[in-house]
């Protein structure tokens, strides 16, 4: 997915469709997404995600912002947002692996 507003569309719809046929919507455990994304910034879409959680009174995942700035003022915007993390690039595998845990994707075993 290479914008925000995709990543948007996605969720919604999932959450819609989820909750039509199920009664219960369906949630993703984790969501990374990109700082600078065309269309829409990662802040700006996970603002927006957070939203659509709240409306169908699902828990919010754990959304990470991947990105090539470092400087504060860029991850203070990003939590403001409702990102739980915020990673720099390059990716550190090791605190990637510890969210990842976090969520539940894998088990120690796994992160190694």
């Known amino acids: 997915m290479d914008n925000g507003q995709a990543a948007i569309d996605l969720v919604a719809n999932s959450l819609k469709q989820l909750k039509q046929n199920s009664g219960t919507p ?26 659509l ?9 754990h959304i990470v912002c991947l990105t090539a700035f470092t400087e504060k003022i860029f991850e203070d915007k990003a939590r403001e947002s409702g990102m739980a993390e ?4 390059p990716i550190n595998k090791t605190k990637l692996n510890k969210i990842m ?12």
């Open 26 to 51: 369906w949630s993703y455990s984790l969501i990374l997404l990109d700082y600078s994304m065309p269309k829409m910034d990662g802040p700006t879409t996970a603002m927006h995600i957070c939203e």
């Open 53 to 61: 959680y709240k409306k169908y009174g699902v828990e919010i995942p």
């Open 86 to 89: 915020f990673i720099s690039k």
């Open 101 to 112: 845990r976090e969520c539940h994707l894998i088990n120690q075993a796994e992160a190694n």
